[in-house]
């Protein structure tokens, strides 16, 4: 992939010798989060939310966190993570509003010396290899014991040189949409794959599935994964069950689905959620390869993390004949870290850094 198509312009500078800290973001249709971080292994510090409707674009919004939380720094690179495809040179934020633009702008009217843009998700997968134990929340059982609760293996536990022996990686997120992306172990450092596995179609398996499938794809035109297993695909969910069942369904948003876990028809529709994701999550496990494991992110999913835990999440995962024993053997847990797709960016600066090795003695 050329730099053009990476979304890359500048030279990164070496973090000391005169470098100034790295500049990182993870801008979505709602809030652009916006950190300073001091070189590849540091923690993200001044982190502030800035609301993206409040700036005319992505250089606008990185100009605005500098002037006002960082006026004495002057970064020496940067990576911008945004929730919309990055292609032949140029960005567009989906649910943003904002003009389609290139990183070579944004590096223009920042001044910087280096600046990249990458999708959220791929900022997502690079992260994965930063997480520990206390960032994930298991999903499922250890093949090694019978008793739940244990992920299929052990994750990613903070490698960010070299990949490790676990295998390719995957991590798939409702949020504002479905997100999906892999990454791959090379001799030369994880690769990460970008994607758009949030359009593929819904996995519906039961009776009931299939129904609420039938229903979107009348409403819709089609019946992606996305339309369900997203913040907005929960309310389809819960209002095609109450159709189903001929029962009212007041316009509740996803947040009040998730709050009213008493009520019958929300507790369906977020175990159906669940059981479908699942079946997405075992696709993915299988296309990619990801025998080190398939990750949750997104904003839904922590705020369910016991309904997950105790749905059919997991039987669905691996419920795939004739490779039940394949995917039983794949880990699969929850991302609870509070910035992930901070650390990825972080990561991907990192990874246009020369190689210490390569260099030649002064």
């Known amino acids: 992939m050329s730099e053009a198509n990476r979304g890359v312009w500048g030279v990164v500078p070496p973090r000391g010798a005169g470098g100034g800290p790295w500049l990182v973001a993870d801008v979505g249709g709602t809030n652009a989060r916006f950190a300073l971080v001091d070189g590849p292994d540091g923690d993200p510090y001044r982190v502030r939310s800035l609301p993206t409707r409040d700036h005319a674009g992505l250089a606008e919004a990185a100009a605005a966190y500098l002037g006002r939380y960082a006026p004495d720094v002057r970064p020496s690179a940067a990576c911008l993570a945004v929730a919309g ?8 934020l989906t649910n943003a509003g904002w003009p389609k633009g290139t990183p070579e702008e944004v590096r223009a009217h920042l001044g910087l010396p280096r600046l990249e843009v990458i999708n959220d998700f791929e900022a997502l997968a ?33 490698s960010t040189d070299r990949p490790s022996a676990s295998g390719t990686l995957a991590v798939v997120g409702p949020g504002t949409g479905l997100g999906v992306a892999g990454l791959v172990p090379t001799p030369s450092g994880w690769v990460p794959l970008p994607g758009e596995g949030g359009q593929v179609d819904i996995p519906a398996a039961t009776d009931r599935e299939v129904e609420v499938a039938r229903l979107l794809r009348a409403e819709r035109g089609s019946a992606t994964a996305e339309l369900l297993l997203s913040g907005d695909g929960l309310t389809r969910v819960h209002r095609y069950l109450a159709a189903l069942d001929g029962a009212p369904a007041g316009p509740l948003t996803a947040q009040r689905i998730c709050e009213r876990r008493d009520d019958p028809l929300c507790r369906e529709a977020l175990h159906m959620f669940c059981a479908l994701l699942g079946s997405l999550a075992g696709n993915v496990a299988l296309t990619l390869g ?73």
């Open 85 to 92: 495809p990055v292609t032949g040179g140029t960005f567009r």
């Open 126 to 158: 690079l992260a994965l290899p930063r997480l520990r134990d206390d960032d994930l929340i298991p999903i499922g059982r250890t093949p090694e014991r019978s008793e739940p609760g244990g992920v299929g293996g052990r994750p990613p536990t903070g």
């Open 290 to 362: 990801a025998r080190g494991g398939v990750y949750l992110g997104g904003g839904i999913l922590p705020r369910i993390a016991d309904v997950l835990r105790g749905s059919a999440f997991r039987a669905r995962f691996e419920a795939k004949p004739p490779v039940e024993d394949y995917l039983r053997g794949i880990p699969t847990a929850l991302i609870v870290h509070p910035g992930p797709a901070l650390a990825g960016a972080t990561m991907r600066i990192a990874q246009g850094l020369p190689d210490p090795d390569s260099l030649e003695p002064a």
